[in-house]
Structures are given as structure tokens and as C-alpha cells.
């Protein structure tokens, strides 16, 4: 089973490297880990036996990132209490 790489602990606590992409979180990883996280995502909807057919491709994928993005600002809003 596919699992993220770098894990939201770990990119609460790191520096805004960038700013080029729409969600804070991403613009906090290199080109290669974003190219990493893309295929992890990818790789846990290959195993989930989602359809590559869009657009059920297109909105799993955006759904997962808004996911991480959601999750993100909840446990960085937390992280500061």
C-alpha cells in the first residue's frame, strides 16, 4: 500500500521555498517532490482501482489534493494552539 513520503508533520514545519503552485503546502516542496507526491497519489489510486478514464481520473486526483490541503490548514491550525 502507497503511502506520502513527507507527511504533513513534517510540512507544517517547513519553509515556503516557492510560490508558483496554489496550495501553501505544495509550495513548500521541491520540483522532485512534487513529481514524488504526484506519484504516490497515482500510485494509491492505481491500488484503489480507480478508472483512468476522465473525468473520474481528473477528479479523484484533484479531490486527493484538496484533501491534503484541508488536512494541512487543520493540523497547522492546530500545530500553533
Known sequence: ???YTILLPELITRQIIREDQIHE?????TDDELI???QEIY???EESGVSKTYPE????YMSM???TDVYYNIFKKNWAL
Not at 503546502?25 to 516542496?29: A, F, R, V
Open 43 to 45: 500510485a494509491m489510486m
Open 1 to 3: 500500500m502507497t503511502q
Open 65 to 67: 489534493l484538496i484533501d
Open 36 to 38: 514524488q507526491r504526484d
Open 25 to 29: 503546502w505544495m509550495n513548500k516542496l
Open 57 to 60: 481520473w481528473n477528479t479523484i
